[in-house]
């Protein structure tokens, strides 16, 4: 399937609980993310919004928001956060690159292999900042920088807090997003 065959599928003909992704040319449905996915990045976004709202250098985030679709050299990705930062105007989710991008590791070494391997690739080429991975089952947040970062990637251990020039003043304590984690995964 082409991207344009792709981008003219209505969402009449998709079911929304599924994710719908183009990747070499191939329609990808994978199952929406597991609540032990999607309860830590709701708190982040609720992290990353009262630090918009509230701190005096939180107007640097322009948006953030949840299952974005980005265009990669493979084709369209769902990703689980996209944060736009320094367009100093609304932006355009569809168009605009996001200035970092956030994956939650779901289980599985299929998973693992698509969010450190594949889709760090494709990011950091496609032109993004940075791009976290949250893994709750290695405990950590590992970062990859834009291309020619010196150091290419860092990884923060859960008793770590995680800060970014790109976002002065916010901070990222990797506990609090695994125990949350933690919580919902001891409920399935």
């Given at each position: 399937m082409s991207p344009e065959e792709f981008a003219a599928v209505t969402h009449d003909h998709c079911d929304p609980s599924f994710r719908y992704e183009l990747i070499n040319g191939d329609v990808i449905v994978s199952p929406p993310p597991d609540d032990a996915g999607q309860g830590p990045n709701e708190r982040l976004g609720n992290w990353l919004w009262d630090y918009q709202q509230r701190h005096p250098s939180g107007k640097v985030l322009d948006d953030t928001l949840m299952e974005r679709s980005v265009s990669t050299r493979v084709g369209t990705r769902v990703v689980d956060r996209a944060l736009w930062i320094g367009y100093a105007r609304p932006v355009h989710s569809k168009s605009?690159?996001?200035?970092?991008?956030?994956?939650?590791?779901?289980?599985?070494?299929?998973?693992?292999?698509?969010?450190?391997?594949?889709?760090?690739?494709?990011?950091?080429?496609?032109?993004?900042?940075?791009?976290?991975?949250?893994?709750?089952?290695?405990?950590?947040?590992?970062?990859?920088?834009?291309?020619?970062?010196?150091?290419?990637?860092?990884?923060?251990?859960?008793?770590?807090?995680?800060?970014?020039?790109?976002?002065?003043?916010?901070?990222?304590?990797?506990?609090?997003?695994?125990?949350?984690?933690?919580?919902?995964?001891?409920?399935?």
């Open positions: 605009d690159l996001p200035t970092i991008i956030v994956e939650f590791v779901s289980a599985g070494r299929r998973a693992w292999q698509r969010d450190y391997e594949h889709k760090r690739d494709e990011y950091i080429e496609l032109g993004c900042k940075e791009y976290w991975i949250i893994d709750r089952f290695l405990r950590t947040l590992t970062v990859h920088y834009a291309l020619g970062a010196d150091p290419p990637q860092r990884v923060i251990t859960e008793h770590e807090i995680y800060t970014t020039l790109l976002l002065p003043g916010f901070e990222l304590p990797l506990r609090k997003l695994l125990e949350l984690a933690d919580q919902y995964a001891s409920e399935e």
